[in-house]
Each structure stands twice: as structure tokens, then as C-alpha cells.
């Protein structure tokens, strides 16, 4: 009986250290795995401080759509008032028509045709535009690049023609700034300059279109 009485302690004995064991190694598993919990930053929180924090520029944009329809239908402009009405040149039919500062404006989506009658007393050169159109035109145009002046036939005869490059004014309801690419023809005839510029997004293909227009440019 005291061998019986011996045997059963030596088992409650065992029974409670393997219990003790069992519950430590639990409890240490239930700690290891809340400390890692509580030291990784919720990654949502991080992307919304950077993004307040440091808000991206608005990009410029150099391949926008652009291109005028190939069925575009074109008609004569005629102004009726102003400095010189001695002139009629066509434009695209449906675009809008503002007046800005002198200057007759037609546009639609991202182009733009721009008329300006002045007096001059001197018929533009490749070299006048150069010296005094181009660097007026660097400190209004945003970026202002890639000028170029030569001297081109067109039907209504020898015209100065000015290319370059530029940024748009941002869009106020997108914020997007279009990269734009700019022709002007320098019309003359006894005391009367016509400026006609044709601008759009870089990468249209209105080579045609603004051949079209610069080309029906006549005197009247």
C-alpha cells in the first residue's frame, strides 16, 4: 500500500509540471505575437501623411490629344471692326469666338487660332522678329522654347513665320498644363501688320489644318 500510495504522488507530481510547462509555453507564444502586432505602423496611415504632406506637381503634358478632323469644315472670317478690318481669313466652322485685348480668338478643346491687327510703319523681317518678338514673347509664354524665324510663301506672298513652344495656362477644372506648339505668320501690307497664330498640343497633327488657314489668309 505504501508502494501503491508512493506511485500515485509521483504521478500527480507530473501531472502538474507538465501543466505548468504547457501553460508557459502558451503564454509565451500569446505575447510574442501581440508584440509584433503593435510594432508595425498601420500602412494606410503612412500613405495619407505622405501624400498631405507632399502633394504632386501638376505634370505638363506633351501627348494630349489634339488633332483637327480631316472633315473639319472651314469659313471666312471677316472682322467688322477694330483697328483694320482689311483682311479676311478662314477658320475652323463651330469653334468658339472670344475677343481678348485686341485680339480675335477661336478655339476648341485644346487649339487655338489667335488674329491681331497693329499698325507698323515697317514690314516685318526674319531679323526684326528675332530682336524684339521673340524676346517679348520669352517673358510671357511659360517655358518658352525652340524659336525659330524664317521667311515663307504663302498665297497672299512672302510672310515672316515664327515657330515655338510653350506651356498652356493651367486647366482650372483638371489642373493639367499642355505642352504647346506655336506658329505665327506676320502678314504685311502699307502700314497694316495682320499676326495670325496657330497653337496646340505638340504632338497633334495639324500640319495640314494650320496650312489651310495660314494659306486662305487674303488682303481686301
Not at 507538465?18 to 503612412?46: D, F, I, L, R, Y
Not at 495619407?48 to 505638363?60: E, L
Not at 485680339?103 to 487649339?111: A, E, G, H, M, R
Request: proline fraction near 8%; aromatic fraction near 6%.
Amino acid at each position: 500500500m505504501v508502494m501503491a500510495a508512493h506511485a500515485r504522488t509521483s504521478a500527480a507530481v507530473g501531472l502538474v509540471l507538465v501543466a505548468a510547462v504547457t501553460a508557459g509555453c502558451s503564454g509565451s507564444g500569446s505575447h510574442s505575437g501581440s508584440g509584433s502586432t503593435t510594432s508595425s505602423p498601420p500602412a494606410s496611415s503612412a500613405r495619407v501623411g505622405n501624400g498631405q504632406n507632399n502633394p504632386a506637381p501638376a505634370p505638363t503634358e506633351s501627348n494630349p490629344p489634339g488633332d483637327i478632323p480631316d472633315n473639319q469644315v472651314y469659313v471666312a472670317y471677316r472682322p467688322t471692326g477694330g483697328s483694320f478690318t482689311g483682311f479676311t481669313v478662314k477658320v475652323p466652322e463651330g469653334w468658339a469666338r472670344t475677343e481678348q485685348g485686341g485680339s480675335t480668338v477661336f478655339t476648341d478643346k485644346l487649339n487655338t487660332v489667335r488674329i491681331t491687327a497693329v499698325s507698323a510703319s515697317t514690314a516685318p523681317t526674319v531679323d526684326s522678329v528675332t530682336k524684339t518678338v521673340v524676346p517679348k514673347l520669352r517673358s510671357q509664354v511659360p517655358k518658352f522654347a525652340a524659336p525659330k524665324v524664317s521667311e515663307v510663301s504663302r498665297h497672299a506672298g512672302r510672310v515672316v513665320r515664327l515657330t515655338y513652344q510653350g506651356d498652356s495656362a493651367k486647366d482650372p477644372v483638371t489642373g493639367k498644363v499642355v505642352r504647346d506648339g506655336f506658329e505665327r505668320y506676320a502678314f504685311y501690307k502699307s502700314g497694316h501688320e495682320v499676326d495670325l497664330t496657330l497653337s496646340g498640343p505638340v504632338n497633334a497633327d495639324n500640319v495640314d489644318p494650320w496650312r489651310i488657314i495660314s494659306d486662305s489668309f487674303a488682303w481686301r
